[in-house]
Every structure is written in C-alpha cells, then in structure tokens.
C-alpha cells in the first residue's frame, strides 16, 4: 500500500516561471492537504480539498497560488510567476475522512528552488 | 486563533538520557495535540496525539506525551535516547473547522544525540 506520493522531488525554476506541485494520496483517501515549509519554520497550512471541491483555502496566497483536486487524478498545487520567496518545501497530506483527532499521512514534500 | 510554541529550537542530549522536548498551545476550545516527526528528507510521521481521552498518551519509539491543561501544555518525553532519535520534532494543534483536520505547527525542535 504507497503512502502519499509526491513528484517532483525537487524543482528548479527561474523566476516568472510556473511551477506544478503533484501529489497522490494514499489509497482511499479522499481529504487532501497543502502545507508550505520556509526555512527553519514550521508547516504552515496552504489548503485543504475534497475531489473537485476546495473546502478551505485560508492558508493560501490571494495571488498566484491556486490548487486542485480533480476526479481523476493526483491533486496540484500550481505557482504561477514564481518568485524566489516561493522557495520552500511542499508537503501534502491525506486522511481517510477529515476528521479533526484524525492521523494525516504526509508525502516526503516537494522542495521549490526559485533561481 | 491557535498557536503552538516549541521552546528551544535546537536541543542536544545524550544517548541514554532523558530526552524532553517542550510544547505550549492556545486554544480557545478543548484541543486535539499531535507530536510529529520530520527525519531528513522524509514527510513528517506521526508519533502520538492527544484527543481527549488519556491525558498521558504513549506513542511510537518509546515516545509519551502528557497534556496538562493547567499548564497548557503538551511536552513530548521519553526516558532513555537513542542514535536514531536524532530528528526534528513539530507540535501541533488541530483548528477542526468543520470537522476537518487543519493542523497549526510550532516552529520545531531538532533534536541531536550526542554519542
């Protein structure tokens, strides 16, 4: 049974450039999550999704930042003309039903360098 | 809103001795505390949580935890180190808007074993 898979490991890109995070989550899973990791800080929470349905988007940048979860298919975290205060880890997570005492399982994270 | 503050970002011990790392939390209602753990290029993995029942929570690696209200506190201990105990260590409370599972981090605690 995978755990939750995230690709790339690590991406490069050059400011002004998009960059497409992926991540699927364990099997069965159906709530998904988004944190950012900055250097030398903890997680912050980015978003939380549903199949096809953003349930809570707080933790997201109100530009630039978008992210989905489609019917089929992994769930993206899309930044677009990144900048390099974009450079950080980024971890998804799933659980089975979206409950507040619940485990989350996390992915080994996505490390964004923005040259 | 929540918060959680780790004191002492780096903390070093012995192997064989008392490891205890410490955690304070906000909430403004009853909390659910989970303690993680990051190994070096790896997602987090959780180690124990809290949820209400238990206040002395007994984890994975020989990990305990104990929630005292009075001291708004959630410290992560566990009596004898080892080598590969070495790691960083995250606290964090669950917001749970709605039902979903919205963790708040600290800043996190790298814990290094001295041989």
């Known amino acids: 049974n995978a755990g939750v898979m995230q690709n790339p490991r690590h991406l490069v890109r050059r400011r002004g450039q998009e960059a497409r995070l992926r991540c699927s989550p364990m099997?069965?899973?159906?709530?998904v999550y988004w944190y950012r990791q900055l250097p030398e800080e903890g997680l912050k929470f980015m978003v939380y999704l549903q199949k096809e349905n953003i349930i809570d988007e707080s933790g997201m940048p109100k530009e630039r930042f978008s992210a989905e979860f489609p019917k089929e298919g992994p769930s993206i975290l899309r930044i677009q003309q990144v900048v390099r205060g974009d450079s950080a880890a980024y971890f998804c997570?799933?659980?089975?039903?979206?409950?507040?005492?619940?485990?989350?399982?996390f992915g080994s994270g996505t490390q964004l360098s923005v040259l | 809103a929540q918060s959680v503050t780790q004191l002492g970002s780096h903390v070093s011990v012995s192997e064989g001795a008392l490891v205890l790392l410490r955690c304070n939390y906000s909430s403004s209602v009853p909390p659910y505390l989970f303690w993680y753990v990051q190994y070096p290029n790896q997602g987090l993995q959780l180690l124990l949580k809290?949820?209400?029942?238990?206040?002395l929570v007994k984890g994975i690696n020989g990990f305990e935890a104990e929630f005292k209200k009075s001291e708004t506190s959630f410290h992560l201990t566990k009596p004898s180190a080892h080598m590969s105990d070495a790691a960083e260590y995250f606290c964090a409370v669950s917001e749970g808007i709605q039902g979903a599972q919205k963790l708040v981090f600290g800043q996190g605690t790298r814990l290094t074993i001295n041989p």
């Open positions: 997570a799933s659980s089975l039903a979206g409950q507040s005492n619940e485990k989350l399982f």
């Open positions: 099997k069965g899973h159906s709530h």
């Open positions: 809290y949820t209400s029942a238990a206040t």
